[in-house]
């Protein structure tokens, strides 16, 4: 088997150590060494050599709050999804197949930014567009991250979220649940509470009670589906911990008790995303798409960016795995700029950059449940990586450009690979 070997640059592993000068050589889609230093053996005639001098080579990104269903990426913004100035997009009754087609461009969007994976935190549809594009993916049909598919997501309130969620209680929730586990999907949402998004003091209010939030971790493990959850309010935070979520988003308003109640699970399969990245930017950059900083204080955004950046330094101190991403797929926030989480964990919430980079990469080897062979450059692990222009240790920004992206590789296999590489015809995903 052909070995391709990245050599001459930095090599960030993934763990969260600095860089280093060093070599990884793939086989066969996996890495089958990393090494310090630069060896001078020009190894077998058939290797690829991938100069990487003055560059560096790290683990693909992991999203770990995506969703693909949302219709905004880089070069495609969509004005009809646009809460609360513009909901136009719901009216135009999209069929699954043109849903599909949406969400297919913003997988290969989120590809090209360095996201080798995906981990889904919800569907704007009840249709399976996901689960196919999933699979479509999976095959090699379409380029796009590895995925986790998600349900749509589901609340007490009939009116916005589908036909199954006008029932309340614990049968109505594992009823919900079997049906997305039959549909394919990987995890499953609540909205276990609401948002001052959606209104006002909306983010206090806890949707659902604590015999719905049991039944649904009871079933969900029955069912072999993963849950995630919208969760704002402290008391929404609680039953997720306590009820085996394992994706717990936002978590903005947790207080001390549930602070301790993460803590207490930390190590136990239990993520944090605040997906921060919709909030700064109604906050700042909402302007020119009417989120003006009168719209931005009816949402509750410039108080929930205040409180998020209290918060989450605390979390980090305390070990909770907190990972970037989130929500893009806004006029504000396109999906394809998912990687400006990792500034807004450094600027943000006073992350050293090498542990932003980790928790995008070996921490979401670890949601996606693959923490033995995704997220960390090392001997046995699946070869998704990514050679940058640069050392983004020093400055995660530049992961933001996709002209510093020289490569993106899954699996061995190169999605990307810039003139610069001089690797002509080794692309073999679909450009
Ligand atoms: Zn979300």
Redesign the pocket.
């Known amino acids: 088997m052909r070995r391709t070997v990245f050599t001459g640059g930095l090599v960030f592993d993934g763990t969260g150590r600095e860089p280093f000068p060093g070599e990884v050589v793939v086989e066969d889609g996996r890495v089958t060494r990393v090494t310090p230093g630069w060896s001078d053996d020009p190894g077998h005639p058939d290797d690829i050599r991938v100069d990487c001098i003055g560059r560096t080579v790290m683990p693909g990104l992991v999203e770990a709050?995506s969703?693909l269903t949302f219709p905004s990426s880089v070069g495609n913004i969509d004005p009809g999804f646009n809460p609360p100035v513009d909901v136009s997009f719901f009216r135009r009754g999209l069929t699954p197949a043109e849903h599909l087609v949406i969400a297919e461009r913003n997988a290969r969007v989120l590809l090209d930014a360095g996201f080798t994976t995906a981990y889904s935190?919800?569907s704007l549809t009840g249709s399976t567009v996901e689960v196919e594009l999933r699979d479509r993916i999976r095959s090699g049909v379409v380029p796009g991250p590895r995925l986790r598919a998600g349900s749509f997501?589901r609340d007490n309130n009939p009116l916005h979220y589908g036909a199954t969620s006008d029932e309340t209680g614990p049968a109505a929730v594992r009823s919900f649940i079997k049906e997305q586990a039959a549909h394919g999907f990987d995890n499953v949402k609540f909205l276990l509470s609401n948002d001052d998004v959606f209104e006002p003091g909306g983010s206090q209010k806890t949707q659902y009670a604590a015999e719905e939030v049991q039944a649904a971790g009871e079933q969900a493990r029955e069912s072999g589906v993963w849950l995630n959850c919208?969760a704002q309010s402290a008391e929404a935070v609680k039953l997720a911990v306590r009820n085996g979520f394992r994706a717990v988003?936002h978590c903005t308003y947790a207080d001390e008790e549930a602070l301790d109640l993460l803590e207490s699970r930390k190590d136990d399969d239990l993520f944090v995303a605040p997906?921060v990245g919709?909030v700064y930017a109604n906050v700042y950059e909402g302007e020119e798409f009417g989120i003006d900083r009168k719209v931005a204080e009816s949402m509750g955004q410039p108080q929930c960016l205040e409180t998020m950046t209290e918060i989450y330094p605390e979390m980090r101190r305390r070990g909770i795995p907190v990972l970037p991403g989130?929500?893009y797929g806004f006029p504000p926030n396109p999906i394809g700029r998912n990687a400006r989480d990792l500034d807004l964990f450094v600027r943000l919430f006073g992350y050293a950059p090498c542990a932003a980079l980790s928790a995008a990469t070996m921490l979401g080897g670890r949601i996606m449940g693959m923490g033995d062979e995704l997220g960390v450059l090392a001997p046995g692990y699946l070869a998704d990586l990514l050679v940058v222009r640069g050392n983004p240790a020093e400055d995660v920004t530049i992961l933001e450009d996709g002209a510093n992206l020289l490569a993106i590789v899954q699996e061995g296999r190169f999605h990307k690979a810039d003139p610069a590489l001089g690797l002509a015809g080794m692309v073999t995903t679909t450009v």
């Open positions: 709050h969703h935190a919800g997501e919208h988003y997906a919709i989130g929500d």
